[in-house]
């Protein structure tokens, strides 16, 4: 049974950055398709980035992309999402999640496994 474990969210001014950690364990990580996934109040669960098993392939919202960044370090058995440059839109609570088959994905639903989540507030 595979476990993710989502930390660093928190409070940040418009323009900070914050780091996302999601650590796994019980499964072979390396094999992975990992996502970042986000909901704000009252809204449904939107992509935000994913990379391949090996980190050579990524993928962007297209409202995240040139700020945030989406990384992996097998060894370690994590995937991080640098934010920067954030804005109060970017607030939501964010999910880490796991794919079994290779390819990236934007659909949640294609997802296998996921983290509890991690809240992130920009104040403006």
């Known amino acids: 049974q595979v476990q993710l474990v989502d930390s660093g969210g928190g409070l940040v001014q418009a323009g900070g950055s914050l780091r996302l950690s999601c650590a796994a364990s019980?499964?072979?990580?390396?094999?992975?398709?990992m996502g970042w996934f986000r909901q704000a109040p009252g809204k449904g669960r939107e992509f935000v980035a994913a990379?391949?098993?090996?980190?050579?392939?990524?993928d962007y919202a297209d409202s995240v992309k040139g700020r945030f960044t989406i990384s992996r370090d097998n060894a370690k058995n994590t995937v991080y999402l640098q934010m920067n440059s954030l804005k109060p839109e970017d607030t939501a609570v964010y999910y880490c999640?796991?794919?079994?088959?290779?390819?990236?994905?934007?659909?949640?639903?294609?997802?296998?496994?996921w983290g509890q989540g991690t809240q992130v507030t920009v104040s403006s």
């Open positions: 999640a796991g794919r079994i088959l290779p390819a990236l994905s934007t659909d949640s639903s294609n997802y296998n496994f």
């Open positions: 019980g499964g072979t990580f390396s094999r992975y398709v």
């Open positions: 990379i391949s098993w090996s980190g050579s392939n990524t």
